[in-house]
């Protein structure tokens, strides 16, 4: 009978024990490699989320806080830029296109930007993919408003609703812009990146229900209405950052040199692909502190196997002696043990993948609308397999200790009656 097909049967005959083995193997399996699908998820989507876009600007700053605040609505600017500086900047020779942004303000939680036509035209994100619209169309008039699909999703959002806009960016306010109300134009198809959570208006409206407003609160006895609001001038005086699509990529490194020393005012231009790197530099001791978490648990399942086999060799002595008996030599003992462990091994990785990709399934749209987060249900990657590898290996190496002991029991050991 070939070792394997009896390393099998002998786990059967014990298949309570091999199967809480099992599970334990699999369980620590399941988030070694779910613990890295989430990274390199999540790596993928920050990566994703802005593309095309050769420079970010914002005032000088960080370049991981100006990335945060201006791609990713997390955390707020120093500083605003003038409207002046933007608009010299955006007839340079070198710019082909600019998306303005303004931020501070919010609704029901979600992030509200102000922008321009372009952003439609111009943004992209994963792989130069463009925005498009599951309903409605872009902004139009003064109060328009274009929901990302998270956020039309999660508040049950359709074309032609009123909304009110609130001061700040917290998850409840209590300064809010009532008297001058917003409907919804258009919703926004999913992409998977901020987008998704984002509230768009023009420049024009951020400017509009702040026109009577002073150092962020709105002027005691001085109030215009939305109507009065259409009819005066509506240019912004600055907004939060920009984005830079140039003519020609051999300008970049000239043109952020120009930026970042602008005589007129201290600004900070960046590259999208540079920041993001340095993010995941900052990240990235999180990043390992996970793994070596996760190996830890592998060890432990791996340690209990190694426990639960240990623990049996005793009451096998007589089965192995047996063996012995009827010509198995001590090689074949010893892969015998060592089959056993592999094969609980192997059952416990791909239990482990079956039950993450469960998950997966479960919790995807969970995980979206919570954290805007994409995980992809696609196949192991390399670096998976190779988790997976080291894992069985590391059974095979500790299943060798209890098949070394084996290995050296006697026939005569094997034989004898202990009283």
């Known amino acids: 009978m070939p070792i394997a097909t009896l390393a099998l049967r002998s786990l059967w005959n014990r298949r309570f024990t091999a199967l809480l083995t099992l599970l334990s193997i699999a369980l620590s399996v399941t988030l070694l490699v779910g613990v890295e699908r989430v990274r390199t998820e999540a790596r993928l989507s920050f990566a994703n989320t802005i593309s095309g876009t050769d420079l970010v ?68 994100y994963g792989h130069k993919e463009p925005l498009a619209f599951a309903r409605g169309q872009p902004f139009e008039d003064l109060y328009d408003a274009v929901l990302g699909a998270e956020v039309a999703e999660a508040l049950g959002y359709r074309p032609g609703q009123e909304i009110v806009l609130a001061h700040g960016t917290g998850d409840v306010s209590f300064v809010s812009h009532t008297d001058k109300p917003f409907r919804v134009a258009g919703i926004l198809k999913r ?63 000239r043109v952020q040199r120009f930026i970042n020393e602008y005589p007129e005012e201290p600004l900070l231009a960046v590259l999208p692909g540079v920041a993001l790197q340095e993010l995941w530099d900052t990240m990235s001791l999180a990043e390992n502190a996970l793994l070596v978490i996760s190996a830890f648990v592998v060890l432990a399942g791996l340690t209990g196997m190694l426990s639960v086999i240990l623990a049996g060799l005793d009451e096998r002595r007589r089965e192995l002696a047996i063996l012995r008996s009827v010509g198995a030599r001590p090689w074949q003992i010893f892969a015998l043990l060592v089959s056993e462990a592999g094969s609980l091994a192997l059952a416990g990785a791909a239990t482990g993948v079956a039950l993450l990709y469960l998950l997966l399934l479960a919790g995807r749209p969970l995980i979206e609308a919570r954290f805007g987060l994409h995980l992809g249900v696609g196949p192991l990657s390399p670096h998976e397999w190779l988790l997976l590898a080291v894992v069985v290996l590391a059974a095979l190496l500790i299943g060798a200790l209890p098949a070394y002991r084996a290995y050296r029991y006697s026939l005569a050991d094997g034989m004898t009656i202990r009283i």
Do not use: C
Not at 63 to 86: C, D, E
């Open 57 to 124: 600007v914002g005032a000088r700053s960080g370049a991981i806080q100006l990335l945060l605040y201006s791609v990713f609505r997390i955390g707020n600017a120093t500083n605003n830029i003038s409207w002046q500086s933007y608009r010299e900047i955006a007839h340079w020779p070198d710019v082909a296109w600019t998306i303005p942004f303004s931020l501070g303000d919010s609704h029901r939680g979600f992030r509200v930007l102000g922008t321009t036509a372009a952003y439609f035209s111009h943004y992209r």
């Open 191 to 253: 992409t998977g990146t901020p987008v998704d959570r984002t509230v768009h208006v023009s420049l024009e409206a951020i400017t509009a229900i702040h026109i009577d407003w002073r150092g962020g609160a709105p002027l005691p006895g001085h109030h215009i209405s939305a109507g009065q609001a259409r009819r005066m001038d509506l240019t912004p005086r600055e907004i939060t950052a920009f984005l830079v699509g140039l003519k020609s990529k051999i300008a970049t490194f």
